[in-house]
């Protein structure tokens, strides 16, 4: 008589979230302990480095101006700890530099470094050289083009249930509305999750996870402070998360249907199984839907927020975009995408990009160090003239296709560049147009007030939350 072997064991989720919190807490700086010489740098204030990382944090819009006009093309900000520096280019032909840059010696995930507790090992934006290719590799067939085709139809699905339950003449923050939209569209397009219950208790717990405080982030290097108030809390957030996602990830491996689910996660379960027989085990999956929800979720919900802000104030930019959303073929989508470039050239969502240095390079003809971070600003480059005449005009025929406007090379950059560009900048752009057709095939939009950007985590936000009002269409 036989019996049956025992099923593996698995490892429990809690165990698995403590190791990771571990592991990458008190190495969240990104630098190596070696101190990074600073002679020969570009000019920079001369400030403490916690009052210049705690400015660059708080008041960036401003700082990168600022710096850029009293320094010049490229300047250096010296960060906690130890003063290393951080330094940040504006010309087009620096920009393309850094994102040519072997990526050997250019290396992004330790930029990223901060994020490491949250994210994990394994996110695509803390991995360099073979570790990121290997990635890179998996997760591409989840974003190619006929993976986003097979998407756009479920993201019109989630966004018009959304914007369908808007009142007539309702006013409202329309952040608000676009993270809940954006916030539902990761959680049934990229996580797959459809049972309701399942849903209720993952929407306070990614809530949490996105809205965890720059001080919460700076924490991490002192691993001591998780038994303690705000670090705690996340500590136990990311515990329930986890358990979530895990209990998803594995119901979802014994699904049988995965070849006819149309969401993200399914298409990377299925990745390794027809070619080399790599694949994603439950932590990597894991590592990488959290980047993809801290990577797109407040993101995109930021840049839809400031377009429909910014179409809400022009009668004739509303027109136009209400014609593109009702055409719904080729040119009203390179109009409606071209709102959404036209709102993050405008309103950066992230201020830079960064790499770290393993090794000396000479960058714009200025010869820099080992251990130095460096990064074209985002921020100087979408507001300057030179890149763009009349930079503080929202006007989305800059990106339409064939027109002698489109911006050039490197200076349009909210997706980064080179290798390491956002691997979900199609999805980005794909679900953008649509939440866009929803509600301007609907509403007629109409701006309330004005507003500005503040800081809100690694990203940037309206202060106001972009009030709008909108109306039904008659």
Request: proline residues 8%.
């Amino acid at each position: 008589m036989t019996t049956e072997a025992p099923a593996p064991q698995l490892p429990d989720t809690a165990d698995l979230t403590a190791a990771r919190l571990r592991r990458m807490s008190g190495s969240t700086t990104g630098g190596g302990s070696r101190p990074v010489p600073t002679d020969g740098l570009p000019p920079g204030p001369t400030w403490p480095p916690l009052v210049q990382t705690a400015v660059l944090l708080r008041f960036r819009h401003r700082f990168h101006t600022y710096l850029h006009r009293r320094y010049g093309d490229a300047f250096t900000i010296r960060m906690v700890p130890g003063g290393r520096p951080l330094v940040l280019f504006t010309r087009p032909e620096d920009t393309r530099e850094i994102f040519a840059g072997d990526p050997e010696v250019f290396h992004a995930g330790k930029g990223n470094a901060i994020l490491g507790p949250i994210m994990g090992e394994h996110s695509l934006l803390l991995q360099d050289s073979r570790e990121h290719h290997r990635a890179r590799k998996l997760l591409m067939p989840a974003f190619n083009g006929q993976a986003l085709r097979g998407y756009r139809g479920l993201v019109a699905e989630v966004a018009g249930a959304a914007v369908g339950g808007w009142r007539d003449g309702e006013e409202f923050r329309a952040l608000e509305r676009m993270n809940a939209l954006t916030l539902e569209v990761i959680l049934r397009v990229v996580f797959g999750v459809s049972d309701e219950e399942r849903l209720a208790q993952l929407r306070p717990r990614v809530t949490a996870t996105v809205e965890v405080p720059p001080v919460v982030l700076l924490g991490w290097a002192y691993p001591q402070l998780q038994r303690f108030g705000p670090w705690r809390r996340t500590v136990d957030n990311q515990m329930e998360l986890d358990r979530l996602m895990y209990a998803e990830i594995r119901d979802r491996r014994r699904a049988t249907d995965l070849g006819s689910r149309a969401d993200v996660l399914s298409r990377l379960l299925l990745t390794g199984r027809d070619d080399d027989g790599d694949s994603l085990d439950d932590t990597e999956l894991r590592d990488q839907l959290v980047t993809l929800l801290l990577a797109g979720h407040e993101t995109t919900a930021s840049a839809l927020s400031w377009a429909l802000h910014e179409v809400g104030r022009s009668p004739d930019l509303l027109a136009r975009t209400q014609q593109a959303a009702d055409a719904e073929d080729a040119a009203g989508d390179a109009w409606l995408e071209a709102v959404l470039k036209e709102s993050m050239r405008l309103h950066p969502v992230i201020p830079m990009v960064v790499r770290t240095l393993q090794q000396p390079v000479t960058i714009g003809g200025r010869d820099l160090p080992a251990g130095a971070t460096v990064g074209p600003s985002i921020l100087v480059s979408h507001e300057s003239e030179s890149n763009f005449p009349d930079p503080e005009v929202f006007r989305p025929e800059r990106f339409l296709p064939g027109v002698g406007e489109q911006p050039a090379p490197n200076t349009w950059i909210p997706f980064g560049g080179g290798v390491r560009r956002c691997i979900g900048a199609g999805f980005s752009l794909m679900e953008g147009t649509e939440v866009l057709r929803e509600v301007f095939r609907r509403y007629d939009v109409r701006a309330v007030g004005s507003d500005v950007p503040k800081v809100r985590n690694i990203t940037s936000v309206p202060r106001r939350g972009a009030r709008v009002r909108v109306t039904a269409r008659r």
